[in-house]
């Protein structure tokens, strides 16, 4: 083998084992690219679990919420009426003892 053919050999190999290892960087970047992204949308699904679940939770709450307040107004409402009855019975006993008082006196 001469001397150009031994520096062109070498040169193939040179550019050879240059390619492979270029080859095998590539593919630890790609696998890591990969993992890496793999990490991120399990991070941001257990994030958007985490709020969802929030959120059925607050729904849950302001359901209750608006329940209790409904019941509260109808107690209230009831309350009321009970009240305004009496105090409509109350004036009318009122006024029929007064009604019945001047009619003795008349």
């Given amino acids: 083998m001469n001397p150009s053919q ?6 193939s190999n ?3 084992h240059g390619l492979k290892d270029l080859k095998d960087n ?5 696998l890591q690219i990969v993992q890496e992204t793999k990490k991120q949308r399990e991070s941001h699904m257990e994030k958007y679990s985490a709020a969802l ?3 059925q939770t607050l729904k849950k709450l302001l359901k209750t919420e608006v329940e209790q307040r409904k019941n509260a107004e109808e107690h ?3 309350l009321i ?3 305004a009855d ?4 109350s004036f009318t006993v009122q006024y029929l003892n007064k009604l019945h008082a001047m009619h003795e006196t008349v």
Avoid at 6 to 11: D, H, P
Avoid at 26 to 30: C, G, S, T
């Fill in 76 to 78: 209230f409402r009831k």
């Fill in 26 to 30: 590539y593919q630890q970047i790609e």
């Fill in 6 to 11: 031994a520096i062109a050999k070498e040169s």
């Fill in 53 to 55: 679940e929030r959120i």
């Fill in 14 to 16: 040179q550019l050879s």
């Fill in 81 to 83: 009426e009970e009240k």
């Fill in 86 to 89: 009496e105090t409509l019975n």
